[in-house]
């Protein structure tokens, strides 16, 4: 199992930037890939980047441009640099790693809230 600890919400204005942190424990040997969802009030959860172990990077269209997913292997944490925040992006914001027997692993998730 993989455990997954996120940090670096909160509550910022309509236009600024957070980061957002996840660090991985435990079998992180299976790891294959990593990256983040997120949860508006309301809606369905939503796919908003991964990173591979190689550093390919996918990201939901609406994230295109303003948030740039990364991750540091040497520390096992993946980061989630958004800027130009908009009230939208309000959401609970989670952490993921796909292993390589398929199976995922979530965090707890992080507050995100964006001020109009």
């Known amino acids: 199992q993989v455990q997954l600890v996120e940090s670096g919400g909160g509550l910022v204005q309509a236009g600024g930037s957070l980061r957002l942190s996840c660090a991985a424990s435990?079998?992180?040997?299976?790891?294959?890939?990593m990256g983040w969802y997120r949860q508006a009030p309301g809606k369905q959860r939503e796919l908003v980047a991964s990173?591979?172990?190689?550093?390919?990077?996918n990201y939901a269209d609406s994230m295109k441009g303003r948030f740039t997913i990364s991750r540091d292997n040497a520390k096992n944490t993946v980061y989630l640099q958004m800027n130009s925040l908009k009230p939208e992006d309000t959401a609970v914001y989670y952490c993921?790693?796909?292993?390589?027997?398929?199976?995922?692993?979530w965090g707890r998730g992080t507050q995100v809230t964006v001020s109009s």
């Open positions: 993921i790693t796909d292993r390589e027997d398929g199976g995922r692993s």
């Open positions: 435990g079998s992180i040997f299976s790891i294959k890939a």
């Open positions: 990173i591979t172990n190689s550093g390919r990077t």
